[in-house]
């Protein structure tokens, strides 16, 4: 009998896969389409571990179950190229970015070659290559021009040893994303996107959107949308007058250009209706009159915590568990309400970059007022009528008002509207909606990325590079490495950074930073479907065939990727370049594989599994695969066993081992045929359903189940017909786990072409019947008992074991049944 060896069976099929073209596609708008696509890979030097198979796993498993659906399915790749990792090695190695992720690329592809994946390579592409990042400048270009691209001067984390600036998403825990090192701030001139023009749109889109909720909670939290009021607190007469002190020299990274006539502060506040609580005013130490508003003793103070509290990370700073500092100014403000004098401080738990940088303390309605008042002994005054059975002391329900003037006894909901409307009629504040959202930063101050399409003119500004002059290609250098002083190293390649203005031809500059890979990521999904496309990014009648994704797969990249994604693709609907809002209909995020002592896997602890040193291992990719699947949910963490994939390795050679041994058995007629059809009919089913809700884990059980029943059943020999449609079916079932086994099995029972070409097995709900089955039994028409028995039970046996039933014996004791009446599946009537 023929042995399962997958070292050989594998590389046979890919390869018959490969010459046969057997996953590539064309745009075919009279098919019904199906587009599944794995989150966009980084081909780092390690390449593929097993976390990254599992991903392509779930993906590659719904791609071939659709294929067997006859549908037209898109299954692409792509290498997200651009970024730290490739330069760092560059500087490290001083092989060049380039060349390090080519060497890379032909790893991972490799890797996804003897997994198996049914990816269409015809469409595979890079986003170093310029025939892509041509394109992305395009965009970028598109942007500025409709204004969603601009440059300001501002302060932003910097990565002291990346030496680059990071996103808001790029700082965890006060650290970089990548290298780890503390992050501070510095001030300097960056590029943005204007994501904030379209936080309502992103908002209101989300509800729709078949993604898990966790993932559509943490974008509309980033989001942050909140009603309220801004407010103008008038700057006390007294401290009015006073020249501007404190005020640092421009070379300095906290200078403010802000002029010393500005005589109110604006906060925003989600709660008005508790302005008559508000005891003093609290500036962020980044705010622009923080160090102007410094009197006398409080100058120097004042000056040295602002120096400090920058320096500090936002999670440091809005810690609530850590004691609150802060300083006094000397200064005070008018409380716009109740015209009372109240003082303003800076301190650190306030941000400059959320709100207006300032926040009027409340300090009986808000745990950190409280806190901060509590320490410098400032007064708390309750405006709200607190429950009689609460018994914490602070307070930030709704309620009555009091302590409030002739807003006493007034609904905290309507008092809103009418302090708001008295503000309003004051000019000292109006109604007003705020987002957490920041725009997204977008410069880095890095070699390898693509290069921002600017050049710098003296009498023209920022000038957008024409169309016709993309790409602007990143130029050859031989140094890397960033000098620390805030520019890349393209600023030193001086011949391609002197150019003519595209607008009047004089001498100038282009800009030498480089755009932040996820830019080239927000629009990958739109050229996967038109690669090739040499004259513009995508051709919008092939996007609006294929697009949007009908199922994404990944686990990482919660907040950034997936919400810049859907903000490119708001803006591209608004050019009316696509014909969709949203990228991507459904979202499956995944859970992670870690180590076998459910540690995360990691190249320092040297626990990571190589998918290639499984399969090499004798037990090949179809065991990886099918295992990985069938480790738990797949939305769940697991850890990997190698006891595991030995485990599901038996499963899968004991479907080998049974078609062996019935393409070499002494076929019989019809033996078994009726518990095989229902034992079949029940797992196709079950396997379909489960395959269609990603509940992989429990498609591949049902299978497991349904080989014992094989097993159980060929020990009353095999039939022809029954056995060859029962195993059939087994065999595309079981590819959309272990495919390279399933074309070979397919093949050897006489199957035409490959598996996935096969239509998908269907069932016959008449053939769903359980193999028990409970039997009313009556005597003289009265209920006497049950009896349970095998669905397809002779009937003699079944009326002999109504009549042997211990309460319906009671009743016909040695009486003789004129007649007994059997129902099948439901009653035996007994008639005395």
Request: glycine fraction near 6%; include cysteine.
């Amino acid at each position: 009998m023929q042995r399962y060896n997958p070292s050989e069976i594998e590389p046979k099929w890919q390869k018959i896969w490969q010459d046969q073209k057997a996953n590539e596609v064309k745009t075919e708008p009279s098919k019904q389409k199906m587009y599944v696509s794995g989150m966009f890979p980084y081909p780092s030097g390690a390449g593929m571990h097993t976390g990254h198979a599992f991903s392509w796993a779930v993906v590659d498993a719904i791609a071939r179950f659709h294929h067997q659906h006859g549908e037209n399915v898109l299954n692409p790749i792509g290498w997200d190229t651009f970024g730290l990792p490739a330069e760092n090695y560059a500087i490290k190695t001083g092989t060049s970015p380039a060349a390090a992720t080519a060497t890379n690329i032909i790893n991972f592809k490799n890797q996804f070659i003897r997994i198996g994946v049914s990816i269409d390579w015809s469409r595979e592409i890079n986003t170093s290559d310029p025939s892509y990042y041509k394109w992305t400048q395009w965009v970028f270009t598109k942007l500025f021009e409709r204004g969603l691209a601009y440059q300001k001067e501002s302060l932003q984390w910097w990565c002291p040893v990346d030496k680059t600036v990071l996103a808001n998403e790029q700082v965890e825990g006060g650290r970089c994303w990548r290298c780890g090192s503390l992050v501070e701030k510095k001030s300097m001139k960056q590029w943005f996107f204007k994501i904030t023009e379209y936080a309502d749109s992103l908002l209101d889109e989300i509800e729709d959107l078949d993604w898990p909720q966790k993932i559509k909670t943490a974008q509309i939290n980033w989001i942050g949308k909140s009603e309220g009021a801004e407010i103008d607190f008038l700057i006390s007469e007294t401290a009015s007058h006073r020249e501007s002190v404190g005020l640092l020299a421009p070379a300095d990274s906290l200078a403010a250009d802000v002029s010393s006539t500005k005589k109110s502060i604006s906060v925003f506040s989600t709660r008005p209706d508790t302005m008559f609580g508000a005891t003093f005013l609290v500036l962020a130490p980044e705010h622009p009159l923080a160090l102007q508003l410094g009197t006398g003793e409080f100058k120097e103070s004042l000056k040295e915590y602002v120096r400090s509290a920058v320096k500090k990370s936002e999670i440091e700073r809005t810690n609530d568990t850590k004691e609150k500092t802060g300083v006094f100014t000397g200064s005070y403000a008018i409380n716009p309400i109740n015209d009372e004098k109240v003082p303003i401080w800076v301190a650190d738990y306030v941000l400059g970059g959320y709100g207006t940088g300032a926040v009027m303390g409340v300090p009986a309605h808000d745990e950190r007022d409280y806190a901060f008042a509590e320490k410098f002994h400032l007064p708390i005054v309750e405006v709200i009528e607190k429950p009689a059975d609460l018994e914490e002391e602070i307070y930030h329900g709704e309620g009555t008002l009091i302590n409030s003037s002739e807003f006493d006894g007034m609904q905290s909901s309507q008092a809103r509207e009418e302090i708001v409307a008295v503000l309003e009629e004051k000019k000292l504040g109006s109604a007003k909606t705020t987002y957490k959202m920041r725009d997204w930063l977008i410069s880095r101050q890095r070699y390898w990325g693509a290069p921002i399409p600017i050049i710098h003119c003296p009498d023209h500004g920022a000038v957008a590079v024409p169309e016709n002059q993309l790409p602007v290609m990143l130029p050859e250098i031989e140094d890397y490495a960033p000098k620390g002083d805030g520019l890349s190293a393209l600023a030193r390649a001086e011949e391609w950074v002197n150019t003519p203005c595209p607008n009047c031809g004089k001498p100038a500059k282009r800009e030498t930073d480089t755009m932040d890979g996820y830019a080239c990521s927000s629009w990958y999904l739109l050229r996967y479907a038109d690669p090739k496309n040499a004259e513009r990014a995508w051709d919008p009648e092939i996007i609006n065939y294929w697009n949007p994704v009908d199922v994404y797969v990944g686990g990482d990249h919660a907040i950034a990727h997936l919400l810049y994604v859907r903000f490119w693709t708001h803006v591209f609907y608004d050019m009316k370049l696509v014909n969709f809002k949203e990228p991507v209909k459904k979202l499956i995020y995944h859970g992670y594989i870690n180590a076998e002592d459910g540690t995360k896997m990691s190249k320092s602890k040297g626990n990571v599994v190589d998918p290639l040193d499984v399969i090499d291992s004798g037990y090949g990719a179809d065991a990886l695969r099918t295992y990985l699947l069938f480790m738990g949910p797949i939305e769940l963490d697991a850890s990997w066993s190698t006891k595991g994939v030995a485990g599901v390795y038996r499963f899968l050679n004991r479907i080998w081992t049974l078609t062996q041994q019935y393409l070499e058995s002494d076929k019989t007629s019809n033996v078994n045929d009726q518990k095989l059809a229902v034992a079949l009919n029940k797992t196709i089913k079950k396997v379909t359903n489960d395959i269609r809700r990603q509940s992989f884990n429990t498609a591949i059980a049902g299978l497991m189940e349904f080989v014992n029943d094989l097993y159980k059943l060929k020990l009353d020999g095999f039939s022809e017909k029954g056995w060859r449609d029962a195993l059939g079916a087994l065999t595309q079932m079981i590819a959309v786990f272990a495919p390279h086994m399933a074309d070979e099995l397919w093949t050897q029972l006489g199957g035409q072409g490959l598996v996935q070409k096969a239509s998908w097995p269907k069932w016959d709900d008449s053939l769903i019947v359980e193999d028990m089955v409970t039997i009313a039994v009556q005597v003289n028409g009265k209920l006497r008992g049950e009896v349970t028995v095998e669905k397809h039970a002779d009937t003699e046996d079944i009326k002999a074991l109504a009549l042997a039933h211990e309460n319906v014996a009671k009743f016909v004791r040695e009486q003789k049944p004129t007649k007994i009446i059997y129902v099948p599946g439901r009653l035996v009537s007994i008639v005395l």
